[in-house]
């Protein structure tokens, strides 16, 4: 019996060669619409869908190949005589090869101004079908969604030696590929009747690509990015210098593109094992990086600095001078470029910084579980400050407690920020006790403490982490205030003359 392939794909990439060398194989070609008419001009014959089901595409093509003689055709077991039997009544014959991609429901929703219709209108219903059809039938049926796969499929079937271990991973990357598909159009259409946590959750992430190793180099990894986001991300970056990406470098890379994102004005920003080691706002970026690297000398050595200004020749002379892993910025010119490249292992990345779209939710996996929530969007401009204590703080400390307050809601709680004149002096972060972390910061920001401001990312329960700022010389705090002995604190504020403001916002970051 002469086999059988339909080849149905919105993708033409590799479609006529791939349908040449079926041709060659001896299998007898369906199709349908646009991949019919391709084929044809390749001067390969091909039958119609229509033929095969004798009835007509009708609805625009809506309904073609929903049909027994379709899917018998695929779905009988060639090893059960009744369905064998079956077919053979009803005069169904046997497909053995499907090559099916879907209609771009991805490209579609990411176009600007596409509406609900047009989204609609490229939800695939038989292509989905027709592959996990083909898909269940894989010992039977040799099935092809990616077109990177057609010269094994075709190199398989000439020695005939599709095995079935071929064709179960042929099959498995089909079922992804489907899930991959209807993930999207459930994220689309719970975007439109606005439910951010329904009762199942599906997203869908591609492959960027695979990683040396984890955390640890006992831990296989992957980078993948998120299908249809358009914000700032580092799976768009451009790697223009450097050794690859470890999965390490990505977590802290990422967490010093979040913090530089707060600030409008020139800053850089340097993280350490996912914390903000220094951060410096200024008026140009070479005094933004000078003060971020004077924030901590020590911490901001083998490092990630984040900044979001074309790094020039200046600053990147001075980005030298340092053993540095990582260095991101939206651009950098041609001098800096020059400058930075002469150290083959600093790894630059290029970020478009300017990307409208944040994060609608972070995901954090448990054993057995996934916990989601709306990303921490919370800022100043949200809230309005409360004076907590008998003095207000002035014109000065105010900036330095919002650049505080913009750096804290990026640090491991519990979190204390340091800052004095647009830059931080001292980080505490992941302690187990709020004053425990006071004292690191403290310790850090050394005699320059004194004058500083100190941010706090949740309340104080007891008066000791005010008592140790006003010792090292901070004149000013800002913290979300809520505790039930908030006036502890701001008795012990009155006391050393600290003016201390409350945002009745938490940044907690476990």
């Known amino acids: ?34 991949t019919k008419r391709a084929i044809e001009e390749a001067g390969v014959p091909v039958k119609s ?31 059960n005589e009744e369905h064998m039997k079956q077919l053979e009544e009803l ?15 991805k490209e579609t929703i990411a176009k600007e101004g596409v509406t609900e219709a047009d989204a609609i209108e490229n939800i695939d219903i038989g292509g989905p079908t027709m592959l996990r059809s083909a898909a269940k039938s894989f010992e039977d049926v040799a099935v092809v969604v990616d077109p990177v796969d057609y010269v094994e499929v075709v190199e398989g079937l000439k020695n005939d030696a599709l095995s079935y ?49 984890g955390e640890n180099p006992h831990q296989d990894a992957a980078f993948y990015k998120k299908a249809n986001f358009d914000g700032t991300s580092l799976a768009e970056a451009e790697q223009l210098n450097g050794k690859e990406l470890s999965y390490n470098n990505i977590q802290d890379a990422n967490a010093a593109l979040e913090v530089v994102l707060e600030f409008n004005q020139p800053a850089a920003v340097a993280v350490k094992h996912m914390n903000p080691c220094g951060v410096g706002v200024g008026e140009n970026l070479h005094d933004a990086y000078v ?62 910084m300017k990307k409208a779209d944040r994060p609608a939710h972070k995901l ?21 400050l409360e004076v907590a204590t008998e003095r207000e703080p002035s014109e000065q400390e105010l900036e330095d407690l919002k650049l505080g307050w913009k750096v804290v809601k990026h640090v491991k709680s519990n979190a204390i920020v340091v800052a004095k004149g647009d830059r931080t002096l001292g980080v505490g972060a ?17 005699e320059k403490a004194e004058g500083s401001i100190m941010a706090s990312d949740a309340f104080f329960p007891m008066p000791d982490t005010v008592e140790a700022a006003a010792e090292a010389g901070v004149t000013a705090i800002i913290q979300p205030g809520g505790s039930k002995r908030d006036q502890d604190s701001i008795d012990a504020c009155n006391k050393h003359g600290i003016a201390m403001v409350f945002t009745k916002m938490r940044h907690f970051k476990h």
């Not at 271990?165 to 990357?173: C, D, H, Q, S, V």
């Not at 996996?365 to 919370?378: C, H, P, S």
């Open 91 to 105: 005069n169904i014959e046997t497909i053995d090869l499907v090559a099916v991609n879907l209609y771009p429901f």
């Open 165 to 213: 271990e071929a064709r179960r991973k042929l099959a498995a990357k089909v079922f992804r590929h489907t899930a991959n598909y209807d993930a999207m159009i459930a994220e689309y259409f719970s975007g439109l009747t606005e439910e951010p946590f329904p009762e199942t959750y599906s997203v869908t992430y591609e492959k960027v690509q695979s990683l040396r190793y």
């Open 364 to 384: 954090v996996t448990v054993n057995g579980g996934l916990l989601v929530q709306d990303a921490d969007e919370g800022s100043l401009d949200d809230v309005e």
């Open 430 to 446: 992941g302690q187990m006790n709020r004053v425990g972390a006071a004292k690191i910061a403290f310790e850090q920001a050394g």
């Open 1 to 34: 019996m002469k086999k059988r392939a339909l080849l149905s794909v919105s993708n033409k990439q590799g479609l006529t060669d791939f349908a040449k060398k079926l041709h060659e194989l001896d299998y007898e070609l369906i199709s349908t619409g646009g």
């Open 49 to 79: 869908i229509s033929e095969v089901t004798e009835f007509p595409e009708i609805m625009d093509g809506r309904v073609k190949t929903l049909h027994p003689s379709v899917h018998g055709g695929l779905l009988a077991k060639r090893s």
């Open 291 to 352: 003060k971020a690297y004077e924030g901590d000398p020590v911490s901001i050595f083998g490092g990630i600095v984040a900044l979001n200004r074309e790094v020039d020749a200046d600053t990147a002379a001075k980005l030298k001078e340092i053993f540095l892993e990582i260095i991101i910025a939206p651009s950098f010119s041609q001098e800096a470029l020059d400058i930075l490249t002469t150290k083959k292992n600093l790894r630059l990345l290029k970020v478009d």
